[in-house]
């Protein structure tokens, strides 16, 4: 079956590899979407944590059950639409035992640490498969948005508060859009004026900031009565983003880091405390992250086509990867197709 493998920084190989055998408590899936996104990018360009190389990438996925251990089948069937949970964790480790597999110590991301879905065929354990009434485009949209509705679990977010989302690329923008669903009050900050653009246009976010070009922190004021976000989520990864951030949250605020990147994170210890700060870190998805994207997604309360910009065919990814990184070429979502 075609494969294709980054066998380094900015280098994809398409290469010829055996197609997987049924195992028990399996399933075999014949790949019919591939989403790109933020992971995939980096380790395209070499700076992503927790990554070696060669990889298989790919853990955004839809396909269809081709075979499954009848045994496990558990409701699933050959021929249905399927999507993935990638995050195949160990259950025994302390995370996993108290409920939180997306942060298992052994865990092994499809895609990450382990070879993706890049291919035309993958094998999954059926424990990791989602069902749901969806297009391959709305299946192949679940895990991304899963990222964001965990974040704004994790952050508790209620009715009517402020929150700001800093950084509107595909996770940014996910959040934003999962954000709207509970709250009117979204905010979001983008250096790129077009990013900002679609965020009004096709998400219907009222506030949109760049802060290269206005006094961010006197422009939250303004909009808060001066009493901030209550919820600040940084989506970019970047190490000047997070470590400004602090100035945009309210008292007694929550800080929720998603994107992130190899330095150290450093704040004034008098305005992180005078906050009483609490500050997380929000790391993949769990099975409740996923069901409410599900639903939302099922009830076109999010719709897969505002999202997915480019089309790709899977023979033609390797050479059309680079465009995906530039800013230029205003990529939100890829979806590659086999």
Request: glycine letters at 8%; a negative charge.
């Amino acid at each position: 079956m075609k494969t294709l493998v980054c066998t380094e920084p900015h280098q994809f190989d398409y290469t010829d590899t055996v197609k997987p055998s049924l195992e028990k408590g399996t399933a075999i899936i014949k790949i019919k979407r591939i989403g790109i996104c933020g992971t995939d990018l980096h380790a395209y360009e070499g700076t992503q944590p927790f990554f070696n190389y060669p990889r298989i990438l790919g853990h955004e996925l839809a396909g269809i059950i081709e075979e499954i251990d009848e045994d496990a089948a558990n409701g699933f069937a050959i021929g249905q639409a399927v999507s993935i949970v990638p995050y195949f964790n160990c259950g025994k480790c302390v995370a996993c035992r108290a409920g939180k597999s997306n942060c298992c110590s052994n865990i092994n991301v499809f895609g990450v640490h382990v070879d993706g879905g890049m291919r035309e065929y993958i094998k999954v354990p059926v424990q990791y498969l989602l069902k749901a009434n969806l297009s391959f485009d709305e299946l192949v949209l679940i895990e991304p948005l899963a990222i964001g509705a965990h974040a704004l679990n994790r952050a508790l977010l209620k009715q009517n508060e402020f929150v700001l989302v800093i950084g509107a690329g595909p996770i940014g923008l996910g959040i934003a859009a999962l954000a709207k669903t509970i709250t009117t009050n979204v905010v979001v900050a983008d250096t790129n004026n077009n990013r900002l653009h679609f965020c009004k246009t096709q998400l219907g976010i009222e506030y949109v900031f760049n802060p290269a070009a206005i006094n961010m922190q006197q422009a939250l004021a303004d909009i808060t009565n001066n009493d901030m976000a209550e919820v600040v989520v940084d989506a970019t990864g970047n190490r000047k983003a997070i470590n400004g951030a602090l100035p945009y949250l309210a008292h007694g605020g929550r800080y929720v880091l998603v994107g992130i990147q190899k330095d150290t994170i450093e704040f004034q210890h008098p305005e992180f405390h005078k906050r009483e700060t609490t500050l997380m870190s929000s790391r993949n998805a769990l099975k409740e992250d996923f069901d409410w994207v599900i639903s939302l997604l099922e009830s076109k309360q999010i719709k897969a086509e505002t999202f997915i910009t480019h089309r790709i065919a899977f023979e033609d990814l390797a050479a059309a990867f680079p465009s995906l990184t530039k800013p230029e070429n205003a990529v939100i979502k890829a979806s590659v197709y086999l």
